[in-house]
């Protein structure tokens, strides 16, 4: 009986192409690269062989809060400014009447990007839009 199961076992091994190795096996690959076959080192591989995203993602910096002021001179024209921050970017805006356009800029480290943008806020310096959105930075 016992030769008839170790016949049995060969011609299983023997169908299998020789091996005998689970998916739970933390043998390396058949391909001898010395690698392990994904998930298992204690990784999560999804069934298509993609890794799902991390839980510990570190989440978006926060921004600071928003310090501006204003300035009107006596023949009417207007400077409104603010000033935050967001992680390693340090961003400034400065809109001007009558010229209607803002400076829009974005510091991080020792390096400046710069743009102008157009201001509605004119004459009176006043918009609903946040100086934020008019540069295309974050809030």
């Not at 091996?19 to 076959?37: C, H, I, K, R, Y």
Request: proline letters at 12%; charged letters at 10%; one cysteine or more.
């Amino acid at each position: 009986m016992t030769s008839l199961r170790g016949f049995f076992l060969l011609v299983f091994a023997i169908g299998c192409g020789g091996q005998l190795v689970t998916d739970l096996d933390a043998s390396p690959n058949p391909g001898g690269d010395g690698s392990v076959p994904p998930g298992s080192d204690g990784s999560v591989t999804k069934r298509d062989g993609s890794i799902p995203p991390s839980s510990d993602a570190m989440p978006p910096t926060p921004c600071g809060p928003h310090a501006g002021s204003g300035t009107v001179s006596p023949s009417g024209a207007c400077t409104t400014n603010e000033g935050w921050s967001c992680g390693p970017h340090q961003y400034t805006v400065t809109c001007k009447c009558p010229d209607s356009l803002c400076t829009c800029d974005d510091t991080a480290g020792n390096t400046t990007q710069s743009h102008i943008a157009k201001y509605p806020g004119c004459p009176s310096c006043t918009t609903n839009t946040s100086l934020a959105t008019l540069c295309g930075f974050p809030p």
